[in-house]
């Protein structure tokens, strides 16, 4: 390879990205590697879940939900600009609520009590799969470790949740109809996610000023993916095959 080719790849790798293909990357990501083509939501889509399988989902899904105000936090515990938590604190009033009884994390208890679920064993927290527990942690170290910047752009996979939210409840009510009257955390979700995801993108675009940086951002959002990917894994095996759930993680009654 002659010196003038090496020099061509060099700069193409430096080159700041414009706006359009910082956000083609984003994109380019999620179309990969987001979890709506993970084979537990394609069987949750197609009404192949059984409903303790949806149980299983709904409770580990929930320490996920728990969390997130908490990761918010973290993130404005880490913002030097008002502008920003003014913006950002958005995010855990609609996942905590104003007070007792309302926000997403009550809506996500909500569908987990349409499952037949007890509340009380949900919010315990104590049958969590291994693997769910440790990728949710993984993700509060990402955005208390990692730069400002990772911990703002690994929330990106909103960018796509929409999408992904509009099937679900298109194939929820189709497939499963008895949980109907338990999906309004995602009916929430159809406006606050697109919201979130706007300023977030907004957000690290302007904030990326090198190359690096901008591929930083990019595989914080990669690393969001894998941490998602990585609790329907843990669903998928201990639930769907081989079928062998870890000790002390719940199990569903014989159906």
């Not at 090496?6 to 414009?18: F, I, K, N, Q, V």
């Not at 059984?50 to 913002?79: C, E, F, H, M």
């Not at 007070?99 to 009380?120: F, H, K, V």
Request: hydrophobic share 40%; aromatic share 10%; glycine share 4%.
């Amino acid at each position: 390879m002659d010196t003038r080719q090496l020099t061509l790849e060099t700069a193409a790798e430096t080159e700041l990205l414009s706006r359009e293909e910082f956000m083609a990357r984003l994109e380019a990501v999620l179309t990969e590697r987001y979890h709506h083509q993970h084979p537990f939501h394609l069987l949750m889509h197609e009404g192949r879940l059984t409903k303790g399988q949806l149980q299983a989902w709904a409770l580990n899904r929930y320490y996920y939900q728990s969390v997130i105000p908490r990761k918010d936090a973290i993130v404005l515990s880490r913002a030097n600009d008002a502008e920003f938590r003014r913006a950002w604190r958005k995010r855990i009033v609609d996942h905590d609520g104003n007070q007792s009884g309302e926000g997403g994390i009550e809506r996500w208890i909500q569908l987990a009590e349409a499952t037949g679920l007890d509340r009380a064993r949900v919010m315990s927290c104590s049958e969590i799969l291994p693997g769910v527990r440790f990728a949710v942690e993984a993700y509060l170290h990402l955005v208390s470790r990692g730069s400002f910047l990772e911990a703002v752009a690994s929330s990106l996979t909103e960018m796509f949740s929409y999408k992904l939210i509009a099937l679900r409840i298109d194939r929820l009510q189709e497939h499963y109809p008895w949980l109907s009257h338990g999906l309004s955390y995602f009916t929430a979700r159809l406006t606050q996610a697109p919201e979130d995801a706007e300023f977030a993108s907004n957000w690290a675009f302007m904030h990326a000023p090198t190359r690096h940086e901008q591929e930083l951002a990019i595989a914080a959002l990669r690393r969001k993916c894998d941490i998602l990917w990585a609790q329907l894994d843990a669903l998928y095996y201990s639930y769907v095959t081989p079928g062998w759930v870890p000790p002390g993680a719940f199990k569903p009654e014989t159906e």
